[in-house]
């Protein structure tokens, strides 16, 4: 499967970017979806994933109740829907799929190229 990851951009302390991550070649609904963030100087860090259906999610803790993770298979595609952003979520965003849910970046073999992230205080 591959991906491409849209929606990075510039934004204020406060505001809000939907992130989305479309994927091509293979049947989406095999997989469950994670999104990364990696921060300048910083490891890549798990920020959210949904299951194949979209029954389970899971966030990190940095952004439960700001973030919300949603999946389309019908469009191929899942989405980031970031609120309430702060500086210290800027990053390079990445999703990836893989066969089994979790949280580690062992659970996905499959990578987008990422798209920026820059929240302005």
């Known amino acids: 499967v591959q991906l491409q990851a849209f929606g990075g951009g510039l934004v204020q302390r406060g505001g809000s970017l939907r992130l989305s991550c479309v994927a091509s070649g293979s049947t989406f609904d095999y997989y469950d979806i994670a999104w990364f963030r990696e921060a300048p100087g910083k490891e890549r860090e798990g920020v959210s994933c949904v299951s194949r259906r979209g029954g389970r999610t899971y966030y990190a803790d940095s952004v439960k109740g700001r973030f919300t993770i949603s999946r389309d298979n019908a469009k191929n595609t899942v989405y980031l829907q970031m609120n309430s952003l702060k500086p210290e979520d800027t990053a390079v965003y990445y999703c990836?799929?893989?066969?089994?849910?979790?949280?580690?970046?062992?659970?996905?073999?499959?990578w987008g190229q990422g798209t920026l992230v820059t929240v302005s205080s």
């Open positions: 990836a799929a893989g066969l089994v849910l979790g949280r580690g970046e062992r659970s996905y073999n499959y």
